[in-house]
T-cell receptor
Framework: GESVGLHLPTLSVQEGDNSIINCAYS??????FIWYKQESGKGPQFIID?????DKRQGQRVTVLLNKTVKHLSLQIAATQPGDSAVYFC?????????????FGQGTTLQVKP | NAGVTQTPKFRVLKTGQSMTLLCAQD?????MYWYRQDPGMGLRLIHY???????AKGEVPDGYNVSRLKKQNFLLGLESAAPSQTSVYFC?????????????FGPGTRLTVL
């Protein structure tokens, strides 16, 4: 079946450094991608999204890059802060579906060292 | 505006017992979803609803039933709980299912089946 996966289970960065979290997807028909942040004991929280007709989208301190050629998605966090420590999930919406169904990756744990 | 709420927050069941998890949203969203999250894994879709009175199966529907009698509520039922259903359950809602509509998540229900 289709899958969305993350390259690294855990990423450890120094406070103030930039973080890059990667995600691979396998369904070329996917047309919408979302990054979620999940803090311990809480539900996932929307960070940023990108549609397949875009290569890059920027938010506040976050940037998502989409490379459709190699089916790769990345989340860049600038000047990483302790509050960024969480599990990050990428999710894809599979193309023709009008139901909003998302396929989630396994998640990457981001640890920010003070 | 409470967003998405889930009841209960924690529950311990014995094998064979039944229970219902309640999800409520006050954002007038059309679409609602139930996911389960197991350790070290992303979220997997159990069932979803594209409107009041409608439900559909997701990726892992076996052992669960759902109902959407009111637009604001989405109930997840376990008729005969099994240890394999030990998990954290998240409910989500979105305005529509189309691309560009993020899902808003509740805080989760932690269920243990002994």
């Amino acid at each position: 079946g289709e899958s969305v996966g993350l390259h690294l289970p855990t990423l450890s960065v120094q406070e103030g450094d930039n973080s890059i979290i990667n995600c691979a997807y396998s369904n070329s028909a996917s047309d919408y991608f979302i990054w979620y942040k999940q803090e311990s004991g809480k539900g996932p929280q929307f960070i940023i999204d990108i549609r397949s007709n875009m290569d890059k989208r920027q938010g506040q301190r976050v940037t998502v890059l989409l490379n459709k050629t190699v089916k790769h998605l990345s989340l860049q966090i600038a000047a990483t802060q302790p509050g960024d420590s969480a599990v990050y999930f990428c999710a894809e919406n599979m193309g023709s579906s009008n139901t909003g169904k998302l396929i989630f990756g396994q998640g990457t744990t981001l640890q920010v060292k003070p | 505006n409470a967003g998405v709420t889930q009841t209960p927050k924690f529950r311990v069941l014995k094998t064979g017992q039944s229970m219902t998890l309640l999800c409520a949203q006050d954002m007038n969203h059309e679409y609602m979803y139930w996911y389960r999250q197991d350790p070290g894994m992303g979220l997997r879709l159990i069932h979803y609803s594209v409107g009041e009175g409608t439900t559909a199966k997701g990726e892992v529907p076996d052992g669960y039933n759902v109902s959407r009698l009111k637009k604001q509520n989405f109930l997840l039922g376990l008729e005969s709980a099994a240890p394999s259903q030990t998990s954290v359950y998240f409910c989500a809602s979105s305005p529509r299912g189309r691309v560009g509509n993020e899902q808003f998540f509740g805080p989760g229900t932690r269920l243990t089946v002994l």
